[in-house]
């Protein structure tokens, strides 16, 4: 069975870069028919999508966050990781990896669990 | 970006009630729409994807119906383990965006 595990650190101070890794056990993270996304859960808030990446390195951004954002993937770990820069307030939320089905239609299933990250001096 | 809107925000049945939950997209998504469901505290799990199949081990009392712009989510039998912020989410174009979400309470 499939299952993704998000790692690192729970606070992160202003201004200062937000790095996350998703371990995926259970299956390949080369497996051609899906793709690796994170979305975040701001406190009491709803779902936002943050990117995508292929085992290949196509990778697809939330354009709000474009320009801040960098999804990667290490397939000789079979992870993959997300690094938030100048990391504000507004960042923190629960930030969860999924695998996001990559034949047509994208759905997200399974889910990681989900990591708290507070950005705070 | 395409904008999801579900209602109501919030609902409270009782125990074996039937409830249904809308999702509208601000333009046509054909099918490409999807259920979750998240428990308190959870991370979100996948009920149901291109609007109307169910995932595997998802109960049979959860169905969805819709395509174009409008969908439902519907719980034949309301559980006091359906407790739960119900997600709609568009794949359509990215980015791919979700509802506000619909909490649905026990009575």
């Known amino acids: 069975q499939l299952q993704l595990q998000e790692s690192g650190p729970g606070l992160v101070k202003p201004s200062e870069t937000l790095s996350l890794i998703c371990t995926v056990s259970?299956?390949?993270?080369?497996?051609?028919?899906?793709?690796w996304g994170w979305v975040r859960q701001r406190p009491g808030k709803g779902l936002e999508w943050i990117g995508s990446?292929?085992?290949?390195?196509?990778?697809s951004y939330t354009p709000s966050l474009q320009s801040r954002v960098t999804i990667s993937i290490d397939r000789s770990k079979n992870q993959f990781s997300l690094n938030l820069r100048s990391v504000t307030a507004a960042d923190t939320a629960v930030y969860y990896c999924?695998?996001?089905?990559?034949?047509?239609?994208?759905?997200?299933?399974?889910w990681g669990q989900g990591t708290l990250v507070t950005v705070s001096s | 970006d395409i904008q999801m809107t579900q209602s109501p925000s919030s609902l409270s049945a009782s125990v074996g009630d039937r409830l249904t939950i809308t999702c509208r997209a601000s333009?046509?998504?054909?099918?490409?729409l999807h259920w979750y469901q998240q428990r308190p505290g959870k991370a979100p799990r996948l009920l149901i994807h291109?609007?109307?199949s169910l995932q595997s081990g998802v109960p049979s009392r959860f169905s969805g119906s819709g395509s174009g712009a409008e969908f439902i989510l519907a719980i034949s039998s309301l559980q006091p383990e359906d407790v739960a912020t119900y997600y709609c989410?568009?794949?359509?174009?990215?980015?791919?965006?979700f509802g506000p979400g619909t909490k649905v309470h026990i009575k």
């Open positions: 999924a695998r996001r089905d990559g034949t047509k239609y994208n759905w997200f299933d399974p």
């Open positions: 259970g299956g390949s993270i080369s497996n051609s028919s899906y793709y």
């Open positions: 990446i292929y085992y290949t390195g196509t990778i």
């Open positions: 333009q046509s998504i054909s099918t490409y």
């Open positions: 291109t609007a109307s």
């Open positions: 989410q568009q794949t359509y174009n990215t980015p791919f965006t």
